[in-house]
């Protein structure tokens, strides 16, 4: 079976868990306790993530340490080329939307909700915040002019496009983002809940999230 390292608090391993729930793959969650850097802690970056981070899928002598990578393995594994395309060009397409949930997704909204519900500010102090909100507007309105124009960010149908941006886009609001402006993202958001199997949310994070110790 297979074995996802994951926190209860983490948007990241929310698309992993997604994904194995909508491929109805069978796993073992291995919770990981982020709010005691339990994933910074040396034998975890020595035997499981060298990044300290999760997500981490672990398929037999497989192991991958990136919400995409862990993503496009499932996909490929179970042959879903409706999840993730083969063909040149719609493969692009998905790639696409991977980079943004990578760049502007991750530098602006990730960054930004983890300041405002967290009080933890990746670089500096609060005054970064309309930095990360740029960011994240860029995002957004990406994400519109596409949804304004079909259901799905990279096809049809929903890929792992639409899981890679999902988290963070759902909770833009605590960002300092809000949906309003957005009616496409607000009715691509409600069809992503809409669909079978979507995995519970994480848990939201708290503001009394410890520093990380100096030695860990």
Known sequence: MMKLYTGAESGNSWKVRILLEQLEIPYEKVYMDLLTWEHK?????????????VPVLVDGENRFWD??????????????TDW??????????????????????????????????RDRWV????????QYQRFGK???????????????LAAPHIT???????????????AGLP???YPGISAWLKRCLAMPRWAEPPRAPTRDYPDMPAES
């Not at 040396?42 to 300290?52: E, L, W």
């Not at 919400?67 to 879903?80: E, G, I, Q, W």
């Not at 397409?93 to 960054?111: R, S, T």
């Not at 792992?160 to 605590?174: M, Q």
């Open 179 to 181: 949906h309003g402006a």
């Open 138 to 152: 860029m995002a957004m309105d990406t994400m519109e002019w596409r949804l304004s124009q079909q259901d799905w």
């Open 84 to 117: 993730l395309p083969i063909e040149a060009a719609a493969m692009a397409e998905v790639m696409h939307w991977i980079a943004l949930a990578h760049c502007e997704i991750h530098f602006g909204l990730q960054y930004g909700r983890r300041g405002v519900m």
């Open 123 to 130: 670089i500096g102090d609060a005054t970064n915040l309309p």
């Open 160 to 174: 792992i496009a639409d899981i890679a941006c999902f988290p963070y886009v759902l909770n833009s609001p605590e």
């Open 41 to 53: 802690k040396k034998d975890y970056i020595a035997d499981i993530n060298p990044r300290g981070q």
């Open 67 to 80: 919400s995409t990578a862990c993503m496009v393995y499932l996909a490929r594994k179970m042959n879903r």
